[in-house]
């Protein structure tokens, strides 16, 4: 009798096990399926509405965050793969960031962690030879003393009463701090003697002068300056804004940056 009801409990058992993984199964395979479709965890799936919502717009913005030289605009979703996160495939508008911009699809891989972090996991542009996979170097902070902590040194940058309110601020490879303004202009600061503004493309005046003594670099197209390198005290600046500045707001923007 005592083995009898040991089976039948041991049968009971089962199936509510067995109807516990059905159910979680079915959960997994609608999770993120906007039709409700079957979704293979570790496979892709092509999404249908690959509108670009307000919070796709977020993901992307913040796994691009740093990268220069080409500009990424993301059209449409073109696929999502559940891991231990999601990566999303958007299909994109990349365009170069030089005097004479060029124009072409792409299509960057995006990774999103299950605490919400984002990292560019692959960009399939031909454009770019040689570069099938491009890590990001930038790892962002929400505030510029954690940056600075980070990086292991200090940055004094001009004010909001100067127009300059932070933005984002980065640290790429532990090495280079990264701030960015609201009104477009990029500041970076790293130790050693080195071109750090990421700047390639080409100006028509390459102008040399000195602000507080210190000599400084400035490129300069139709009388706005856009971008100036300078070293100072063993560290390398740069300053970067894509829309230029004039030349009393950037020599004012170089002396307050140390």
Known sequence: ?????????????????????????????????????????????????????????????????????????????VEKQIVSGTNYKFLCEATTVTANPTTREAYVIVYQDLQGNVSILEIQDEGLENMPQIPNPFAGYETLEEAEAAVGFEIELPGKSDGYVILNTSVMSGKMLQIDFENGTMVRKMAGSEDISGDYNQYKTIEEAAVNNVPVTLRINDGKVYSA????????????????ISMTDAFILIASVK
């Open 1 to 77: 009798m005592k083995n009898m009801i040991r089976k039948i409990i041991i049968l009971l058992t089962a199936g509510l096990l067995i109807t516990g993984l059905a159910a979680c199964q079915k959960k997994v395979e609608t999770q993120g399926n906007q039709e409700g479709s079957e979704v293979i965890v570790g496979g892709w799936e092509k999404v249908e509405d690959g509108t670009i919502t307000e919070e796709l717009q977020e993901i992307f913005d913040k796994a691009i965050d740093g990268l220069t030289g080409v500009g990424y605009k993301p059209i449409r979703l």
């Open 229 to 244: 390198i300078w070293e100072d005290g063993g560290y390398s600046y740069a300053f970067f804004n894509s829309e230029g």
